[in-house]
């Protein structure tokens, strides 16, 4: 059996997942500008602390404005870096997410219950998710991609975590009675991670607009015949294997009557070819990612009016 995890803190892919940096430029970052330097695992793996996640958040955010990361590393080094924590908040207790995992490793369900309430205590519904349930769950991938965990571990766990995004999704749809607009969520053909998908259902609904889940390895051309039927708004789409991906592309610039949006792991080394193919790449957690689709949608609608508005 594997191992109780001995470390806590944030593996490369959690950071890049919650930041929206790839794991690669992580590392070269690492070596050229000396931030961020992980502490190292008995194991060897890089751990991230929580100030790391918030400090490269807004990094990230930054170079989306167009900062130039020369510049900024200077502010990280100078500790003049302003760091909006509300806008990249971070768990301050990895070590409760750590418990859930590690008893979800012995599988003992009334513990890692015990802990996930522990470790969500006082968090609203859109904390909950960010802080805890969607860092964990790309930490199950992690254990089981380093062989500290099985698959039916790796199973497990992911499913505990899917059930706490149902429950909290289940009530965000319940309170949201009048959804502004409304977006076709799911996986491509191929791809049957439905974690991701959870995730932007929970912050559609949290801000005002409803979320029609389509679930996992749904042929493109489905999407199609949804959106000349429902109308939505936007399709967003999560991408966490690569394989097949220029085919998926393709398929997908095929759509017609909404704005196809892609996010994932996946798409921090697609982002070109997503944007070639006429899709709009979003990156970062879940909550920035659909963060960028309502700005995008809100902006082009504005947009859209006012082209039609008399002089």
């Known amino acids: ?10 593996s490369i892919a959690a950071v890049s997942k919650l930041t929206g940096i790839g794991c690669h430029t992580l590392r070269v970052w690492e070596r050229r500008y000396g931030f961020p330097v992980p502490r190292r695992s008995p194991s060897g793996h890089r751990r991230y602390a929580a100030d790391h996640v918030q400090v490269l958040g807004q990094l990230a ?6 900062g130039a990361i020369g510049d900024l590393m200077v502010l990280v080094r100078a500790g003049t870096l302003e760091v909006e924590t509300e806008e990249f908040p971070v768990s301050a207790a990895t070590s409760l997410s750590t418990a859930i995992l590690d008893q979800l490793q012995l599988g003992d369900l009334a513990r890692a219950e015990a802990a996930y ?24 991938g992690e254990r089981w991609f380093r062989g500290e965990w099985n698959v039916f ?18 009530q965000a749809q319940a309170d949201n009675r009048s959804p502004s ?14 974690g991701g998908v959870l995730m932007i259902c929970l912050y559609l609904e949290l801000a005002g607009w409803r979320a029609q889940q389509l679930g996992v390895d749904l042929p493109v051309r489905e999407y199609q015949l949804a959106v000349d039927l429902w109308k939505p708004d936007a399709v967003c789409l999560s991408f966490v294997l690569s394989r097949n991906v220029n085919k998926r592309f393709a398929e997908l610039a095929r759509i017609r009557g909404a704005p ?12 070109g070819l997503a944007r070639r193919n006429g899709l709009r790449p979003i990156i970062g957690a879940a909550d920035e990612a659909t963060a ?5 949608v809100e902006r082009e609608v504005c947009e859209k009016h006012a082209s039609h508005s008399p002089l």
Not at 1 to 10: D, F, I, R, S
Not at 117 to 140: C, H, K, M, T, Y
Not at 153 to 170: M, P
């Open 1 to 10: 059996m594997a191992k109780l995890a001995e470390n806590t803190g944030y």
């Open 61 to 66: 955010h930054r170079l989306r404005e167009g």
């Open 117 to 140: 309430e522990r470790a969500v205590a006082g968090l609203s519904p859109a904390e909950r998710a960010g802080q805890v349930i969607e860092p964990n769950i790309v930490e199950v």
């Open 153 to 170: 571990q790796e199973h497990y766990a992911t499913s505990f975590f899917r059930r706490k995004l149902d429950v909290l999704l289940d």
């Open 181 to 194: 607009r409304t977006a076709l969520v799911g996986t491509v053909q191929g791809d049957r991670h439905v």
């Open 260 to 271: 196809v949006f892609v996010g994932g792991r996946s798409i921090l080394n697609y982002q």
């Open 292 to 296: 960028q689709v309502i700005a995008a």
